[in-house]
C-alpha cells in the first residue's frame, strides 16, 4: 500500500500501518513529528528533573525521582528506535541538544514552540526545589497520561503499542509525585504547593496547543489524532481539580 490517496482512505476508515514502508510521506513527516516532541519532551523533562533529585527530603524520595529519571530516559530510547526505522540518525540525535537548558523563571512562551528542539514548552521553564518539582510533576503528570492514552489510537500500531508500555509507567510516576505531595502538605508546606500550582498549571495547560488547531483535522485523518485539544485540556482540568482538592480547595 503505497498510493498516498489508498493510504488516507484506509486510514480515515481506522486502519492500521505497521511498517515504514507503507507509509506515505507525508504521513512519515506528521509520525515523526509527534515521535520527536515525545522524545525531546522526555530527554528533557529527565534532565530537567535529575537536577533536583538530591533536593529530596530523603533515601525513598531522591530514589522515586531516579527511577522516574531512568524511566523517561528509557521511554526516548525505545521510541527513538522506532524513529531509527524511519531513518533517523539516532546517534546524532541524542547529543544535539542541550537538554537541561531553560529560560528564565518568568518567562512567557505561550503555546508557540521556542525552537531548537521539539520539546514542550512547559520543558523550557526551571525548576527551583523541590517542593517545585513534586507539583510539576503532578500536574505535568496528568497531562502525560491524558496525552499518551490520545496516542495509544495512533495508526501507527508499533508506536501505539510503545506508548501502552510507557503509559503503566507514566502513571505510577504521578503516583509517585501525588504520594510526594502529600507528605509536603502534611509537613505543612501547603502555602508554597499552592504557589507551585500557580506557576505551573498555566504551563502545562499551554501544553495542549490551540484550542481550534489548523493542523487537527489533517492528523484526524491520518489517524494519527483523534480528539481535540481542547477536550484533552477540559479532561485535564477535571483530572486536576479533583487530584488537587484537599490543597487548592
Known amino acids: 500500500m503505497t498510493d498516498e490517496h489508498s493510504i488516507q482512505d484506509y486510514l480515515e476508515k481506522g486502519g492500521k ?27 528533557a523533562g529527565a534532565a530537567g528533573f535529575a537536577d533536583i533529585i538530591n533536593d529530596g527530603p530523603g533515601i525513598t524520595e531522591r530514589i522515586a525521582a531516579s527511577r522516574i529519571v531512568l524511566e523517561k530516559f528509557d ?36 503555546i508557540g514552540r521556542l525552537g531548537g528542539d521539539m520539546r514542550l514548552n512547559v520543558f523550557h521553564h526551571p525548576i527551583v526545589d523541590w517542593i517545585d518539582a513534586v507539583t510539576m510533576n503532578v500536574l505535568m503528570g496528568y497531562a502525560t497520561i491524558i496525552q499518551l492514552k490520545e496516542l495509544l489510537q ?24 501525588e504520594e510526594g505531595l502529600n507528605d509536603l502538605l502534611a509537613a505543612g508546606e501547603g502555602a508554597a504547593i499552592v504557589k507551585s500550582i500557580d506557576y505551573w ?49
Open 17 to 43: 500501518l505497521t511498517a515504514p514502508e507503507n507509509t506515505s510521506p507525508r504521513y512519515r513527516a506528521e509520525l515523526l513529528r509527534i515521535m520527536a516532541s515525545f522524545v525531546d519532551s522526555e530527554l
Open 75 to 110: 521511554h526516548a530510547e525505545r521510541v527513538l528506535k522506532i524513529m531509527a526505522e524511519f531513518g533517523a540518525n539516532i546517534d546524532r540525535y541524542q547529543n544535539i541538544h542541550s537538554w537541561n537548558s531553560r529560560v528564565g523563571r518568568d518567562d512567557d512562551l505561550g
Open 154 to 177: 495512533c495508526s501507527y500500531q508499533p508506536l501505539a503499542e510503545v506508548f501502552a508500555e510507557i503509559l503503566v509507567r507514566e502513571m505510577r510516576h504521578t503516583e509517585l509525585g
Open 201 to 249: 498549571r498555566p504551563r502545562v495547560a499551554a501544553s495542549f496547543g490551540a484550542a481550534a488547531s489548523p493542523r487537527f483535522d489533517m492528523l484526524r485523518k491520518l489517524g494519527l489524532r483523534h480528539t481535540p485539544n481542547d477536550a484533552l485540556l477540559k479532561q485535564w482540568e477535571n483530572a486536576i481539580d479533583m487530584a488537587l482538592a484537599n490543597v487548592i480547595g
